[in-house]
């Protein structure tokens, strides 16, 4: 499959990349819209399925990066947690993080994804 011609489709690709090797404890919904905060991004838990939330104002260039930053925070996400828990910058994340950006970037992650499907 050849690498998506959208943002939406390109991020999509990303997302299921994500999710075929880096396990969460919950399911993960990816959405991609206009956001009045001038945040990239965020995570947020409703119910038992996280979401993450990419500020579509962005390029793809800087949505890549948060991509790979929230999902870390949904790696982390601990079982018990509240709904409105703020996911923290932690070791544990840290690592979650490096282990992203180290596939991502240094073994090829940004071409093998364009392997997977973007929708």
């Not at 979401?51 to 982390?76: C, G, K, Q, R």
């Not at 690592?95 to 392997?115: M, N």
Request: hydrophobic share 35%.
């Amino acid at each position: 499959m050849p690498r998506s011609k959208t943002k939406r489709g390109r991020l999509k690709q990303q997302e299921n990349w994500l999710r075929h090797y880096f396990r969460t404890p919950y399911p993960v919904n990816v959405v991609l819209r206009r956001v009045t905060e001038k945040e990239f991004g965020s995570t947020y838990r409703k119910g038992r399925k996280l979401t993450i939330v990419l500020n579509s104002f962005y390029p793809l260039s800087a949505l890549t990066d948060t991509l790979n930053h929230e999902w870390a925070h949904a790696m982390v996400w601990p079982q018990a947690a509240v709904e409105n828990y703020h996911p923290p910058h932690s070791a544990a994340w840290g690592v979650a993080y490096a282990t992203i950006v180290s596939a991502w970037a240094d073994e090829a992650g940004v071409y093998e994804s364009r392997r997977y499907p973007d929708r």
